[in-house]
């Protein structure tokens, strides 16, 4: 299996916008060796700066940058650019609608060793709840190409999640990413698995697991968490009438709450959330934490046997 | 315009600022006086701009980051003919392009939304840095209020000018000694501010913000600052409710609009009844 790193397209993809556009420019506090704006960086050093450990300072000055015409790209781990500068993101970025693309790496628990300080759970709910943000997770490495496409031809904020481990590629053909659509990566009737970033490669996995216990689970990628498409989420649960959700994050105000959030209001059907449930947290290596929080096909494939149940 | 002048116009801002407040019956009043000889120097004299083009990418920018003078900055605007002065009685008023703090989505002529405190500087230096990219001398100008200074970003974005040599920044801090819950000194300490900011990699000078025979020529000294000097600061010493003297030096009129019998004679000091 083919893995690729977001971080690692976003370095190499702003690297060649870079090369395009001349008002593509990035900021990052002191983490560009690892948020991979190191790259830009060496060829732009004149469009690239480091702001120190101030991400409040760096949130702002992009938007000054962004008010000078500038398309800012501003990094760092995703815990201190949504929850650190959130009332900065909010204020100076979101409210007044400035072209400014957060991409924030080590997203979610896979982050490791560094444990609960440096992991994130909360980012996407931080970023979701703001009005004016477009908030996104690839769900591979090709994916993310296209998402960083999208980025830069569409004016306006938003919140890019990348991780440090590396995903498997699901996209090998190629990925067109469209703001406001989920896409259905695999067909099913059963019931749905809604998923973003690296579950969704485990909900293809667990489709598997379940197309072998004669179930048939359709698998759909909503790598745009906001704005999310509602009516494909909406047309999943009328056409499978059970719904999954998968995510790297709380079942707190991310993707599980979305959905529950449109199908409450739409098409209620039992619905199961495999998320962090509600914890800081911990460290370990990456594949044992998505064991240990639960984040795995197999938590998936149990998930998917409960909501059948109930299902009736 | 000369100082006669400007003192006049400075004089119709007052009376603006204290209609506007009165009328909307809430907002900032002692900030937005203590400002008002400011905002006349940088919008009647110092700055470089276009009231019919507002976007002229050759314009000096201003950043409001004590957002809640407001009142200040819309009549500033409004008597620059941004937008037309009935306008500034719709302050606060739902539907209003007038909101409480500075909303640049809704408001003509104002360059960045501000509000909420500390951030303006961060702003004002991102900027400078896309300015400088397109070989654009255009200045900066920011202003802050001395309470301000107590949040902890205006440090963190104080450095970065100071390291980038952000010459095109200036800031101004309305130094009027109080905050909304007493002196500034009492409710957290910012001094000695003079040499914080030297000691942050500042030009800094300190002026009576009432007199533009001081005023003009600190602000003017930006024009003087290459595309990568040292920053500047001036510190403003000014009087809160300057003008009125029902509200001068009272932090209790921070946030409170002027009642009818305060409205009146503070007009009839300002000589407009």
Redesign the interface.
Known sequence: MELLGTRDVYGEVLLELGRKNRNIVALDADLSGSTMTKLFAKEFPERFFNIGVAEQDMTGTAAGLALAGKIPFVSSFAIFASGRAWEQVRQAIAYPRLNVKIVASHGGICVGEDGASHQTVEDLGLMRIIPNMTVIVPADGVEMRSIMQTAVETAGPFFIRTSRMKFPVIYSNGASFRIGKGDVVREGKDLTVIALGLMVSEAKAAAEVLARKGISARVVNMSCLKPIDRELIAGCARETGAVVTAEEHSVIGGLGSAVAEILSETYPVPVRMVGVKDRFGTSGTAPELLDYYGLTSRDIVSAAEEVLARKG | MDYEGLRETAREMRINILRMIHCAKSGHTGGSLSAADLMTALYFHVMEHRPGEPEWPGRD?FVLSKGHAAPALYSALAMRGYFDAKELMTLRRLNSRLQGHP???RTRGV??????LG?????????????R??G?EAAVFVMLGDGENQE??VW??A??AA??RLGKVLAIVDNNGLQIDGAVKDVMGIEPLAQKWDSFGWDVETVDGHDFGRIIPALLRVRKKGLHDRPSVVIARTIKGKGASVFEGKAKYHGVAPSDQELEAALQELGEV
């Open positions: 920018r909303d640049m989505l360059n960045a939304s501000s509000g909420s951030q303006g500087l961060s702003i004002a230096n991102g900027m400078a840095m896309g300015l990219l397109d654009n902890g970003q963190e974005a450095m970065t390291h980038f």
